[in-house]
Nanobody, 127 residues
Framework: QVQLVESGGGSVQAGGSLRLSCAASGLTYGRICMGWFRQAPGKEREEVAVIDSDFNTLYADSVKGRFAISRDNAKNTLYLQMNSLKPEDTAMYYC?????????????????????WGQGTQVTVSS
């Protein structure tokens, strides 16, 4: 049974930092596309960053230069380092995983290729 469990969310002031983690179990971890998504109240779930099995990364324009996605295959864990946080980063953050090809499709349809999702961790940034 595949499980993705996020942690590390919380409340911070603007300009602060948080590091999210996603512990994965039950996956054949190596050839897996993984990513972080977020959803604010009343808005659609949006892609934040993805990383493929070769450690290639893609970022949403809104987080480029501030966020960094990484993965530790030995620990079966995905990370999202978030720096210079802004109030507009406030959202529930979700970890997702899927077959390798999920990292090759265009971002607007990537969600449909990601098979597994975590329950989310809340990030709140105050001004």
């Amino acid at each position: 049974q595949v499980q993705l469990v996020e942690s590390g969310g919380g409340s911070v002031q603007a300009g602060g930092s948080l590091r999210l983690s996603c512990a994965a179990s039950g996956l054949t971890y190596g050839r897996i596309c993984m990513g972080w998504f977020r959803q604010a109240p009343g808005k659609e779930r949006e892609e934040v960053a993805v990383i493929d099995s070769d450690f290639n990364t893609l970022y949403a324009d809104s987080v480029k230069g501030r966020f960094a996605i990484s993965r530790d295959n030995a620990k079966n864990t995905l990370y999202l380092q978030m720096n210079s946080l802004k109030p507009e980063d406030t959202a529930m953050y979700y970890c997702a995983a899927g077959p390798a090809r999920a990292c090759s499709v265009v971002s607007v349809i990537r969600k449909t290729y990601l098979t597994y999702w975590g329950q989310g961790t809340q990030v709140t940034v105050s001004s």
